[in-house]
């Protein structure tokens, strides 16, 4: 097994580590750095080496995923150029939205950089994660990068870095969008006299019970579940009315929109 480090162990990092120690039994000595030792301390119960010095990390490491917010990959990046590390043989895995290749490349001078886009349902298994490969990197490192993430999901591999950003709204943000959905109807549930604990409920059932409808119709387009439920004349077509008189799809067209803005703007920022 090659050997692998986590820049930063945040959320994300944390998923992938889960995963890959799920999946790869063979996966001792991962490598995770990052500024707070205690902070790190729930890699070192699942036999992680951390270490406060991100230098050591990537020096003693293969593939190196970049676990940190956008706007401390640079000066990460730059410490580690500037203590030495030779980057010629080291996979760098990126998880960074809005930062471009051309810019971990510009910092590092590595050949072999990945980018990724997770999001947090691969916490359990079930997550969506895109990932884009440049040429470049064999067909081994590719096999074995994926095997990697697998265990978070879905993968979803993409023909470009653009695709990577559409994925980061889609799937990696777009889990923030359905539960602000599901406060607002928790909040409804609490207005018609549900107490907090019997809305929690509900709105797991419905959570569960409405994206298993579609999954078991695979083959039933989702307008036509929507329409099952829509009585002629009934209650549900007075809701939906609403939906429309406050144009439900322009919305959420304007909600990718502006994580698609952000994204670019951090692409020209880094
Ligand atoms: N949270 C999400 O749903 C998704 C996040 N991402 C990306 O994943 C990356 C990490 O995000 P999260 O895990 O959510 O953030 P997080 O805040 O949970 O993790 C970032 C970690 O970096 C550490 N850190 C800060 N400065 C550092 C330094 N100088 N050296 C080493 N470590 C340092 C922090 O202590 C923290 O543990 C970001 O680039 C984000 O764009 C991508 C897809 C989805
Ligand atoms: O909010 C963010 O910037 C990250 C990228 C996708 C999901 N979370």
């Known amino acids: 097994m090659s050997k692998i480090a986590f820049i930063g162990g945040g959320n994300m990092s944390s998923c992938i580590f889960d995963g890959i120690k799920r999946a790869h039994k063979d996966a001792d000595d991962i490598y995770v750095s990052g500024p707070h030792l205690e902070k790190l301390a729930k890699f070192a119960d699942k036999k992680a080496k951390i270490t406060t010095s991100n230098v050591e990390a990537a020096k003693e490491s293969d593939i190196i995923f970049l676990g940190v917010k956008p706007q401390m990959l640079t000066s990460v990046l730059q410490e580690l150029k ?9 996979i760098l895995v990126s998880m960074a ?6 810019s971990i490349r510009r910092l590092t001078a590595a050949p072999y950089i990945v980018r990724i886009m997770p999001s947090t349902p691969a916490k359990i298994g ?6 884009y490969f440049e040429n470049g990197i064999d067909d081994k490192n590719k096999k074995l990068i994926s095997s990697l993430l697998e265990p978070l999901g879905m993968l979803c591999r993409l023909n470009s ?12 943000s777009a889990p923030a969008f359905l539960y602000r959905f599901f406060e607002a109807v928790e909040h409804e549930c609490i207005r ?3 107490s907090q604990s019997d809305a929690r409920k509900i709105v797991e059932q419905l959570g569960l019970g409405t994206s298993s409808m579609v999954i078991h119709n695979h083959e039933t387009p989702i307008s036509a579940l929507r329409e099952a439920v829509t009585s002629k004349g009934g209650t549900t077509y007075e809701g ?4 429309t008189a406050f144009k439900f799809e322009e919305m959420i067209e304007e909600v990718f929109k502006a994580c698609m803005k952000k994204t670019h703007l951090f692409e020209e920022m880094f």
């Not at 500037?82 to 080291?90: E, L, M, R, V």
């Not at 939205?97 to 051309?102: E, H, L, V």
């Not at 870095?161 to 990696?172: C, F, P, Q, Y």
Request: hydrophobic share 50%.
């Open 97 to 102: 939205a809005g930062f471009k290749i051309a």
């Open 192 to 194: 018609y006299g549900f």
């Open 240 to 243: 939906l009315q609403q939906m």
């Open 126 to 131: 079930l997550g969506i994660t895109g990932i």
């Open 161 to 172: 870095e653009e695709g990577i950003n559409a994925i980061g709204a889609l799937a990696g």
């Open 82 to 90: 500037d203590n030495g590390i030779d980057f010629s043989a080291k």
